[in-house]
């Protein structure tokens, strides 16, 4: 069983910045995603990131504002946010699958969520 736990949510203006952050023991060896939803809409993908780094997926709502990446040594996965929008207001999940791909993989693993508002 893989733990995953986000931080790094919170509250800021449009136009403004956030990184997630999802810990993990042993995530090196997931393709890693983040997913977001918001209320009243189901669970969107929003970026993966395969083992080595070596492929990134976005969904084209986020293409160009938001950058995943992964530092295997300290299990960790990022998501870099910028240029929010009230619109990307949600909770953000991190995910872990066991096998390659992007949006359309399942992914076998979930943490808590982080909750991310965007103020107009």
């Known amino acids: 069983q893989v733990q995953l736990v986000e931080s790094g949510g919170g509250l800021v203006q449009a136009g403004g910045s956030l990184r997630l952050s999802c810990a993990a023991s042993?995530?090196?060896?997931?393709?890693m995603g983040w997913f977001r939803q918001a209320p009243g809409k189901e669970r969107e993908f929003v970026a993966a990131?395969?083992?080595?780094?070596?492929?990134?997926y976005y969904a084209d709502s986020v293409k160009g504002r938001f950058t995943i990446s992964r530092d295997n040594a300290k299990n960790t996965v990022y998501v870099q946010m910028n240029s929010l929008k009230p619109e990307d207001t949600a909770v953000y999940y991190c995910?872990?699958?066991?096998?390659?791909?992007?949006?359309?993989?399942?992914?076998?693993?979930w943490g808590q969520g982080t909750q991310v508002t965007v103020s107009s």
């Open positions: 995910a872990a699958a066991l096998r390659r791909g992007g949006p359309d993989i399942r992914y076998d693993y």
């Open positions: 042993g995530l090196s060896t997931y393709t």
């Open positions: 990131i395969s083992r080595i780094s070596d492929n990134t």
